[in-house]
């Protein structure tokens, strides 16, 4: 089951406010931390404090990035805080924790600073069930993420990465991965584990051969 009690699409609100961020992706039970200081955002966060708690987080079209309202993908995840502290400068450092994914339907009009707009989580009833990825070969999904860190230079806590479920590791690797926002993308909208897994390590092990091109020839 969901956390907080969410056990199938209609347990979610339709009608969302949106936060569009380039690269950055939320999975169902993945956690995610922001700083919040755009006035609009931080009124956002006022409004949905004092209801269900839930932003939708969606990236920008690739190309839009930069722009003021830019045009967005079609799939992105309801999140609901599940933590909030305000700073004495007036930021919001909140935490938001996944629910499910939704696809775009359109925007609201509405005198809100902040956009909003109806979803629908349909197609993601599998959402709300924490997948075991059964099939998944987690010996060798944890050597090459340990490769791809070395490389990297990552520190990483290997104990507990091994004892997490396998969707824990493969979710967490993919929102936390420096990827480009259409990998990220790619990502989120596998349809279960074990396509995002092997997504995954197509990444990863792409990227460990491209940082071998272009290391000089001894």
């Not at 969901?2 to 380039?22: C, E, V």
């Not at 349909?122 to 075991?132: E, H, I, K, M, Y």
Request: net charge negative; hydrophobic share 40%.
């Amino acid at each position: 089951m969901s956390a907080f009690g969410y056990r199938k699409p209609a347990d979610l609100p339709q009608t969302i406010p949106l936060f569009p961020l380039a690269g950055a992706i939320l999975m169902p039970r993945g956690v995610i931390a922001f700083n919040i200081f755009e006035p609009r955002y931080l009124n956002m966060v006022d409004d949905v404090l004092g209801g269900n708690r839930i932003i939708g987080l969606i990236q920008p079209r690739a190309g839009e990035e930069d722009a003021t309202s830019p045009s967005l993908v079609e799939i992105g995840t309801a999140g609901r805080i599940t933590a909030f502290t305000e700073t004495d400068d007036g930021r919001y450092l909140i935490t938001l924790t996944g629910i499910c994914r939704f696809e775009f339907e359109r925007e609201v009009d509405t005198d809100a600073p902040y956009r909003q707009a109806i979803v629908s989580y349909d197609g993601f009833s599998g959402d709300f069930t924490q997948a075991r990825g059964e099939r998944i070969d987690r010996d060798s999904l944890i050597a090459t993420l340990k490769r791809y860190a070395s490389l990297h230079g990552f520190q990483v806590d290997w104990g507990s990465v091994e004892q997490a479920p396998t969707e824990t590791i493969i979710n967490v690797a993919a929102q936390i991965c420096p990827f480009d926002s259409g990998a990220k993308q790619a990502l989120l909208e596998a349809v279960g584990l074990e396509e995002r897994e092997r997504t995954l390590l197509a990444l990863l092990e792409w990227d460990a051969a491209g940082d071998n091109r272009q290391r000089p020839m001894q």
